[in-house]
């Protein structure tokens, strides 16, 4: 990614990389399948049904992708 000069590749992982400790901390505090579903339920049903599983599981990651890049974005970091 760095020698063909395509960062910006690498930015979605940066960010969960960068706060991976907040998510895991907040995932016994917040159901996300429920935080998912409620805000893309008819997304996903609107989807076939073989790709609803996977149309699921990149809802719950947009969910928690979405906090981490505003934390990212603002340069809030949590060390341990």
């Known amino acids: 990614i760095d020698?063909?000069?395509l960062r910006w590749l690498g930015w979605?992982?940066?960010?969960?990389?960068?706060?991976?400790i907040v998510i895991y901390f907040a995932s016994?505090?917040?159901n996300?399948?429920?935080?998912?579903?409620s805000l893309f339920g008819r997304l996903i049903k609107a989807?076939?049904?073989?790709?609803?599983?996977?149309?699921?599981?990149?809802?719950?990651l947009l969910v928690?992708?979405?906090p981490l890049a505003w934390m990212y974005q603002k340069r809030i970091h949590v060390r341990i």
């Open 32 to 37: 996300w399948d429920y935080t998912a579903s």
């Open 47 to 60: 989807s076939p049904e073989q790709w609803q599983s996977l149309c699921k599981v990149s809802a719950i």
């Open 28 to 30: 016994s505090i917040i």
């Open 64 to 66: 928690q992708w979405v």
């Open 12 to 20: 979605p992982l940066a960010v969960i990389g960068a706060n991976a």
């Open 3 to 5: 020698v063909a000069k």
